[in-house]
């Protein structure tokens, strides 16, 4: 018998499809169908956002719900694309690390009204009076919601890659591209997909600020939850924003089930440990599409394509290695680099000076850094609330992967509330009690950011070896001193990502959490964020730089006194291998 004769029925076998071929064919096709129908959306006339102006009615919900996530999804996609480029290029080269980390700092903590100041005219005018110019203005709202704790997981997790896993690639003479894609990517990716879950949820977090944009005279509002909320809280109509509430909620479990359950579930295989784990998490979903027969036969194409292209001996520059070969870096071309950064840095100083002086006094400027150092203590105390909080329950959600199963929706539920969605109570509270806004206004601006820590802990919990956690118990480690030799080092990398990140995103936030409103009664808290949201509704353009210029040198300051050491202290003695 010939091989063909042997390989043809094997392969007629392996294409005729089978009951569980259908149900994901189902799938695939819904799937489908929504995206080209919320794709149609995009190209209509911007007059059509005149002629159908958001409604309250429920029954427009479900289209709402579309439209939002598909922008999610799209900024998703752009987020990672840009994770793996920034933060490769980033971990790889000891100079341009010198200049993103610092840059990755001060674009997490720029208000997302501040990229909107800048971006939503840009938008509209690469696509004059088209919907896709304001959808994409949008979509950029959410990639600067999304990205950076992503940028940081990976950055964070290729730093951290176990020596003896270095010394396995360099044995077998694996080229640059070919560690990224078979240690760096794989040992990244528990931590990078539970911040895109975080993420996803981040973008639910500012949805209303991104779908109902008003700079100064441009006011563009878009067919999405975070519109239907803003017009809800103008309306003060309680039961449109408890139904807002119950479609997120769906719309969340609904992507759990069919997106981030299944990606977990494929993602355990990557956990770096030397025994097998005792419970491992499963997804439904994942599980169909490993039973078919017709659609895995279909994929063999695209997975002999990927392997291909990982297998690629492609080598990576020598300016992009770690250490070089030849001994240690040129002297010469360190100083000509930081002498360019120093250059370049100037320049944007006095350009920003130039802009500002102006228009503002000296005044201006130390008013906003009084502003600034009022923000900057409600952060620190709202982390440090958010650490006694967090840690221990994500541990003890981390190391039972059952138990993170159940508790990952309503994660991401909590996540992605709103801050918004807490005025009407806050503001009601606040007002009924005569209680201090400056005081009680600041739980929101943690709202949504403190899981940031929650989620890295999670990930940096579901990632530690279950070896050692074996070890631990034969040596009997228990109580504060498993605490303390245990998990807490295994987590410290994790956690200090998961800081750093909500940090930043505690400044991002208090641009909504300092000014709350409720129909016609409105609450401002003393701060940075009320400054330049102020600024921003106003069209002062100068005071909304010089706002997002203080909490940049602010959050950088911080970050480099504090999160920096630490970070350092935990890639040198905390190091797995």
């Not at 029954?59 to 490769?88: D, E, G, K, Q």
């Not at 003393?526 to 940049?552: K, N, Q, W």
């Amino acid at each position: 018998m010939t091989l063909k004769e042997m390989l043809t029925p094997r392969l007629g076998q392996a294409l005729r499809p089978n009951i569980w071929d259908a149900v994901a064919l189902i799938l695939v096709i819904g799937a489908m169908v929504l995206i080209v129908y919320g794709g149609e959306q995009t190209t209509l006339p911007l007059s059509a956002l005149d002629t159908t102006p958001v409604s309250l009615d429920p029954a427009n919900l479900p289209v709402y719900a579309l439209r939002t996530t598909m922008r999610m999804l799209l900024a998703i996609v752009c987020s990672i694309v840009f994770t793996f480029s920034y933060a490769a290029l980033a971990a790889k080269s000891r100079r341009a690390e010198i200049v993103l980390i610092p840059l990755l700092d001060i674009l997490q903590s720029v208000p997302i009204l501040g990229f909107l100041t800048f971006t939503v005219v840009f938008f509209m005018n690469l696509f004059p009076g088209n919907v896709l110019g304001a959808e994409l203005a949008c979509v950029f709202a959410i990639f600067t919601s999304q990205a950076w704790n992503m940028t940081f997981s990976m950055y964070q997790s290729i730093r951290n890659v176990p020596k003896d896993l270095e010394e396995a690639t360099q044995s077998f003479h694996l080229s640059g591209w070919q560690r990224f894609w078979r240690l760096d990517v794989p040992f990244a990716m528990p931590g990078l997909i539970w911040n895109t879950m975080m993420s996803m949820s981040g973008g639910w977090f500012f949805v209303v600020a991104s779908e109902a944009i008003t700079v100064g005279n441009t006011t563009v509002t878009l067919p999405g939850i975070g519109s239907y909320v803003a017009l809800g809280i103008q309306r003060q109509n309680l039961a449109a924003i408890g139904y807002a509430i119950l479609t997120m909620l769906l719309v969340i479990i609904a992507y759990d089930q069919l997106l981030f359950r299944p990606v977990v579930a494929w993602a355990d295989k990557f956990r770096f440990e030397q025994t097998a784990s005792g419970e491992v998490p499963s997804s439904w979903v994942l599980d169909l599409f490993r039973r078919t027969r017709a659609l895995r036969a279909l994929t063999h194409p695209f997975a002999a394509l990927n392997r291909a292209i990982s297998n690629l001996r492609v080598a990576l520059p020598a300016s992009l290695k770690m250490t070089a070969k030849n001994g240690p870096p040129s002297r010469l071309i360190d100083v000509l680099w930081l002498a360019l950064v120093a250059a370049s840095t100037f320049y944007a100083g006095l350009r920003a000076y130039q802009y500002l002086s102006s228009t503002l006094r000296l005044s201006d400027v130390i008013a906003a850094f009084g502003f600034g150092l009022i923000t900057l203590l409600r952060v620190i105390v709202l982390i440090a609330l958010a650490t006694l909080i967090w840690v221990p329950v994500g541990v003890w959600i981390g190391l039972r992967p059952k138990l993170a199963e159940r508790i990952q929706p309503l994660a991401q539920f909590l996540a992605a509330f709103p801050a918004n969605l807490a005025f009407p109570v806050f503001v009601v509270i606040i007002v009924r009690y005569g209680l201090n806004a400056n005081v009680w206004l600041s739980p929101l601006m943690i709202l949504g950011t403190q899981w940031y820590i929650l989620f890295n802990v999670i990930a940096g919990a579901s990632a530690f070896p279950t070896d050692l956690r074996e070890a631990a118990g034969s040596f009997h480690l228990k109580g504060w001193r498993w605490w303390i030799k245990v998990i807490l080092p295994g987590i410290f990398p994790y956690y200090i990502t998961g800081a750093i990140t909500a940090s930043g995103g505690s400044w991002n936030a208090s641009i909504v959490a300092e000014v709350a409103s409720w129909g016609d009664t409105h609450l401002t808290a003393a701060g940075l964020g009320a400054y330049i949201a102020t600024a921003t509704e106003a069209g002062d353009f100068p005071r909304v730089v010089l706002g997002i210029s203080v909490m940049c040198i602010l959050v950088t300051l911080f970050n480099r006194l504090l999160w920096r050491p630490l970070y350092a202290f935990g890639e040198r003695r905390l190091r797995l291998g």
